[in-house]
């Protein structure tokens, strides 16, 4: 089954951190540039950042530039969010998705994607 799969959500307090991993099955991950996207409740899902093929380009969107690092390993098919000094305002259900074309900065929701996961839910309250 062709499909990715994002862990590593859960509850933290406010200047705590998360790392979520967004990993492939059925397909090689390095065919792929990856974005992170995520939804707060009532509102849309909007780009958080993306990362090259080969991991060498990586944008960010401004609300969580100095906070948030992506990375990826190809070797395990897997790519990784790692989210520090988090905020209430982080708060929701976040998704990976696999895409080619990269491009000078991520794309939005409506970009065709050739895969999502279903996503991970953060949140951030104390």
């Known amino acids: 089954q062709l499909q990715l799969v994002e862990s590593g959500g859960g509850l933290v307090q406010p200047g705590g951190s998360l790392r979520l991993s967004c990993a492939a099955s059925g397909f090689t991950l390095d065919a792929y540039a990856i974005s992170w996207f995520r939804q707060a409740p009532g509102k849309e899902r909007d780009g958080v950042s993306c990362?090259?093929?080969?991991?060498?380009?990586?944008n960010y969107a401004d609300s969580v530039k100095g906070r948030f690092t992506i990375s990826r390993d190809n070797a395990k098919n897997t790519a990784y969010l790692q989210m520090n000094s988090l905020k209430p305002e982080d708060t929701g259900v976040y998704y990976c998705?696999?895409?080619?074309?990269?491009?000078?900065?991520?794309?939005?929701?409506?970009?065709?994607?050739?895969?999502w996961g279903k996503g991970t839910l953060v949140t951030v309250s104390s």
């Open positions: 998705a696999a895409f080619v074309g990269y491009g000078s900065s991520c794309p939005d929701a409506s970009y065709v994607m050739d895969y």
């Open positions: 990362i090259s093929r080969a991991g060498g380009r990586t």
